[in-house]
């Protein structure tokens, strides 16, 4: 099935659902993408399809919807997963990243040598806003010694700028669609 | 929970000192030896009749064939969690199946085994357990082409949900689906990645039939025997890789 058509089909799938988690905020639900099994089963063919040659060697998916879709790629690219996940929820030894929220600050954590030099990491999340989130990630990464090739998102909110962030630390993003 | 205190042995205080990974090889330093993960959860008696329960005890007694033996598969996933003492908490041996995640042969095998179980049992809704559910439901879904159910800590689906309140060993909690997500006649499979006392498998259950759906069956990789979760399921049939 062509790629324009699957991409259709996918974003008439996502449901907007008004003023969550607050006033204003108009929150992009993927949960009924995953309550449609050949839309679900394109938009992780369209992932793998981009990716499979490229000898990617992590999948990194942010807790918690990038658990929805990153282990899946891993799988058919034959790569390993790893978790990011918030504070404390990892065992074992960690390396942590902060990043500045709104207000205040958050903090990404990933286990030490789950990843190593020359590992080549895609990150995968269900979407990007600001990109305060996926630039922790990528760091985290980087730190680990990995080559962050690419940033894969479901959606994309192009007026929150996410790709120009992610640009200026020399991080490409993949987006299948925009809100 | 007396019965942990047999792990509390010269083992666990190797694995407490600092390793380094520098090497790159994450999986075995802060595994404990694979052969006796296995048998000190769980001896699997010839004497009983084979319930089929876990993979293990199916594959003992059904002498599988195959490319790769269930034995083989059940085996490298076993050797590929790691046991982290004292976390959350002083006494608890925290199953860490990241580890799992780091082999894809063994995180294929893992999906594998559940696919191959369910692929002609016409499920309809495959429901995960936030947040590791996360991590193994979705690739069953796909593969039994299942719609897939995030089952999720309060206030983080958007939309109206259901709720069900489970009791902790202090307090409660609670597990949210969204509504609409799962209808009278859906036939449904529970996972997560590990069941302890049962109490959160439990309350999923109870949403899924509340809404109407039959759970066939809850389906984790890891089962921790001596705390009951099995019997606190009732009715409800449990299947799991590793016990």
Redesign the interface.
């Known amino acids: 099935m062509a790629s324009a058509d699957r991409i259709s089909a996918i974003k008439s799938s996502l449901?907007v659902?008004p003023n969550?988690?607050k006033p204003g905020i108009m929150?992009q639900?993927i949960?009924t993408l995953?309550?449609?099994?050949k839309v679900?089963?394109d938009t992780?063919d369209l992932f793998v399809e981009r990716y499979k040659n490229e000898n990617i060697s992590v999948v990194a998916g942010i807790?918690?919807?990038g658990?929805?879709?990153g282990?899946?790629i891993?799988?058919a690219i034959?790569?390993?997963?790893?978790?990011l996940?918030k504070p404390?929820?990892?065992?074992?030894e960690v390396i942590s990243e902060k990043y500045i929220l709104e207000y205040g600050s958050d903090c990404l954590e990933m286990?030490?040598?789950?990843v190593?030099?020359g590992d080549r990491a895609l990150i995968v999340d269900d979407l990007i806003a600001t990109g305060g989130t996926v630039c922790a990630a990528m760091n985290l990464l980087e730190r680990a010694g990995a080559e962050v090739v690419e940033c894969a998102c479901v959606i994309e909110v192009p007026k929150l700028k996410g790709r120009e962030r992610l640009k200026s630390c020399g991080v490409p993003l993949y987006a299948l669609v925009e809100s | 929970m007396n019965s942990l205190k047999i792990f509390l042995n010269s083992d666990v205080v190797i694995l407490n000192s600092q390793r380094s990974f520098s090497s790159g090889n994450f999986v075995n330093p802060l595994k404990l030896p694979s052969p006796s993960f296995p048998t000190k959860y769980h001896s699997i008696s010839a004497s009983t009749p084979p319930l089929t329960t876990t993979a293990a005890a199916a594959a003992a007694s059904s002498h599988m064939a195959g490319p790769t033996s269930d034995d083989d598969r059940i085996s490298r996933i076993t050797s590929a969690i790691r046991v982290i003492p004292d976390f959350p908490k002083p006494g608890i041996l925290f199953q860490d199946i990241t580890t799992l995640l780091l082999d894809p042969v063994a995180f294929k095998d893992t999906i594998d085994l559940f696919v191959e179980r369910y692929k002609d049992k016409d499920i309809s809704v495959v429901a995960g357990v936030e947040a590791r559910g996360f991590i193994f439901g979705p690739p069953i879904a796909l593969a039994i082409g299942a719609k897939f159910v995030p089952m999720r800590k309060p206030n983080k689906l958007p939309g109206p949900v259901i709720s069900e309140e489970y009791s902790l060993e202090y307090g409660t909690d609670k597990i949210e689906m969204h509504v609409g997500a799962v209808q009278t006649g859906d036939r449904a499979l529970v996972i997560d990645d590990l069941i302890a006392t049962g109490g959160t498998l439990c309350a999923a259950i109870n949403l899924l039939e509340r809404v109407g759906a039959q759970v066939v069956e809850c389906a984790c990789v890891i089962e921790l025997p001596e705390l009951k979760g099995r019997d606190r399921l009732g009715d409800k049939p449990l299947f799991v890789l590793v016990s």
């Open positions: 449901r659902i969550f988690p929150f639900d949960t995953l309550l449609d099994p679900f089963k992780v807790e918690a919807r658990f929805l879709f282990p899946s891993a799988l034959g790569a390993k997963f790893v978790p996940r404390k929820k990892l065992p074992g286990h030490l040598g789950a190593k030099s």
